[in-house]
């Protein structure tokens, strides 16, 4: 589905990913971890096209994602969950979850899509009128995915929706993980919880300074000595 060659990528003259080889096949959930600073936000930006590859290529079902204006990205069924949520905290979560349906083909599917969030968070239903920056953590991170799924994507980019929750949240983030990926869904993640990702993935990838280190299925990835040792720290 998502296949990615020989991609550079940077800022300005600061390169940050390295020839990066990457493959996400349709029904997957495919696992990105690494340390702070390795380049797992970048690798996301670069997919969704909020930063252009210096070098290589990117596909969607074989359509040119390089070549697909930023805004059009959407429509090659693609949709980003950035690091951090970038909720509009002073919109509703009504209005947070409009913004995900922005485009024409979403737009038609508005009330579809809404009843499909709905059902999967009931949480953000009750929520709806209340402003997204007075949301617990855990509920900002369910508007944040409900508005990513508003455009009824078939990948889903998800960078660190662990981060800063507390344990039972953490948890119950993972669980929607699942659930999310047994709707059929392919889901790409970034994690730093690298024993709990391993438990909702098929397969990852560690990303060291820019470049993929390690690869395979997620048992081989829990039996190789330097993610024991650096990441579960075993
Ligand atoms: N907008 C930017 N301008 C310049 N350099 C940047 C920018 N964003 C990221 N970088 C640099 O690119 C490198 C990779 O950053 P990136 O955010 O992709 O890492 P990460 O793996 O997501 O880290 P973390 O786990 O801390 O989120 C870092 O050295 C970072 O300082
Ligand atoms: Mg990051």
Do not use: W
């Amino acid at each position: 589905m998502l296949e990615l060659r020989s991609v550079d990528a940077g800022y300005g003259t600061f390169q940050a990913l390295f020839g990066i080889n990457l493959d996400v096949r349709a029904g997957e959930a495919v696992g990105v971890i690494g340390p702070n600073g390795a380049g797992k936000t970048t690798l996301m930006r670069v997919i969704s096209g909020l930063i252009r590859p210096t070098k290589g290529t990117i596909s969607m079902e074989g359509r040119d994602v390089v070549a697909t204006a930023a805004h059009r990205i959407v429509d090659l069924g693609i949709a980003h969950v950035p690091e951090n949520r970038r909720l509009f905290p002073r919109l509703t979560v009504d209005d947070n979850l409009k913004m995900g349906a922005y485009m024409p083909g979403a737009r038609a599917k508005y009330s579809e899509r809404l009843e499909f969030v709905f059902d999967l968070f009931p949480r953000m239903k009750e929520r709806r009128s209340q402003m997204a920056g007075t949301l617990s953590g855990g509920e900002q991170q369910m508007c944040a995915i409900g508005r990513a799924l508003m455009s009824d994507p078939k990948l889903l980019l998800l960078d660190e929706p662990s981060a800063g929750l507390a344990p039972v949240v953490v948890q119950q983030v993972f669980e929607l993980v699942k659930r999310i990926r047994s709707g059929g869904l392919t889901v790409l993640i970034v994690e730093q919880n690298v024993q709990q990702v391993l438990k909702v993935v098929d397969r990852a990838y560690l990303l060291e300074a820019g470049t993929i280190r390690a690869s395979g299925t997620s048992e081989e990835m829990l039996s190789t000595d330097t993610i024991k040792q650096a990441y579960l720290g075993v």
